[in-house]
């Protein structure tokens, strides 16, 4: 079977489930580890043997609808490559979003505006107002605990990160908090879930990626959190179990519902989260969430509620939807 032969067969087979031809791309490159232009620069090309019924195996798999990342068994994400399985929910681009947020925070937190330039990927240092937010925030918290941290490492430009205690509540397959860790080697991350097989396969993301500054705890929410975090980050799970059924069917049927369910109006697990933070979080730290769009302003209600004097902010994605919510104590 030569690649054309592969592509217009999967094609076929593919009728009726979302981007047939995305998907059969994805697959087809990982069957053969070549990269995309590969794949348009030799339609002749002949798979072995071996890779042909892979492929095959592949496509009858997604013809299942089951989602491509669970098929090849990974995903990339925020430069991390993570195992991905049906135990954990597919991190998706908004929450690189979330990352890319509490990074740019740090960054302009740094006394040292000019090394935040290279910190991390993406961002332009002039479009984030780093004169402004200089020494807010968590460099208040520092003057308040009395203790003082290097965000820089001594050693190079990358942040440090040493002394920040940071905690991912929900991590999954660890999506937040080790991208965060591995940008911040210095600082303690922890990260926490309640399903065993999560926390497991988290822990074999950190070895695969090489980074060992987390901290992997099962328990609820932040029960398992021994001590205060300068940062709390949490994309818990927030749907509407009404709203459940009308997700995309790959979602419903293959992503753990344990990741999706957030009970009648999507927010029980934000409102027990809310009950456990305020003994968590260390006065001038400050809380990033990811919620659905339609929640932003009962869930400013919530944080309210418990924390009276935050300065509670909403923040929207690309389409510009209010996604996230930043608590800064
Ligand atoms: C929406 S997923 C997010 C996973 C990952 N943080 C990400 O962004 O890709 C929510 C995660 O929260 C976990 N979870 C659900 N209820 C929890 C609880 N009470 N305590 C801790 N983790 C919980 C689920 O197991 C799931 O891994």
Request: hydrophobic share 40%; charged share 25%; net charge positive.
């Amino acid at each position: 079977m030569t690649i054309k032969q592969a592509l217009l067969w999967a094609d076929r087979k593919l009728r009726g489930t979302e981007d047939p031809k995305k998907s059969a791309y994805f697959l087809l490159k990982n069957v053969i580890f070549e990269d995309e232009s590969f794949i348009l620069a030799y339609p002749e090309f002949l798979l072995s043997k071996r890779q042909e019924l892979k492929f095959r195996r592949w496509i009858l798999k997604r013809q299942k609808h089951l989602p491509v990342w669970y098929i090849a068994g990974f995903i990339d994400f925020y430069g991390l490559t993570l195992k991905v399985n049906k135990n954990v929910l597919i991190p998706r681009p908004e929450t690189e979003v979330l990352v890319e947020m509490i990074l740019s925070d740090l960054c302009c937190l740094s006394p040292y505006p000019e090394l935040s330039k290279n910190c991390h990927s993406g961002l332009d240092p002039e479009s984030i107002d780093c004169e402004k937010r200089l020494y807010k925030g968590i460099l208040k918290q520092v003057q308040n605990d009395g203790i003082s941290y290097f965000l820089h490492s001594r050693t190079g430009s990358e942040l440090g990160g040493a002394g920040l205690v940071l905690a991912d509540i929900g991590t999954g397959s660890g999506a937040i908090g080790l991208s965060l860790a591995k940008k911040l080697p210095e600082a303690k991350v922890y990260a926490i879930d309640i399903s065993a097989k999560a926390i497991n396969l988290a822990k074999k993301n950190s070895k695969i990626n090489n980074i060992q500054n987390v901290v992997f705890k099962k328990g609820n929410l932040l029960d398992p959190l021994k001590e205060k975090a300068n940062i709390i980050v949490a994309n818990l799970p927030y749907i509407p179990t009404n709203d459940l059924n009308g997700l995309a069917f790959d979602i419903i049927h293959h992503e753990p519902r344990l990741a999706l369910d957030g009970g009648k109006d999507g927010l029980d697990i934000y409102r027990q989260f809310f009950i456990q933070v305020t003994s968590k979080i260390k006065s001038g730290g400050k809380i990033y969430l990811e919620i659905g769009e339609n929640q932003g302003e009962k869930i400013r209600d919530l944080a309210l509620d418990v924390f009276p004097n935050a300065n509670v902010l909403l923040k929207k994605d690309w389409a510009g939807l209010d996604r996230y919510v930043v608590l800064e104590m």
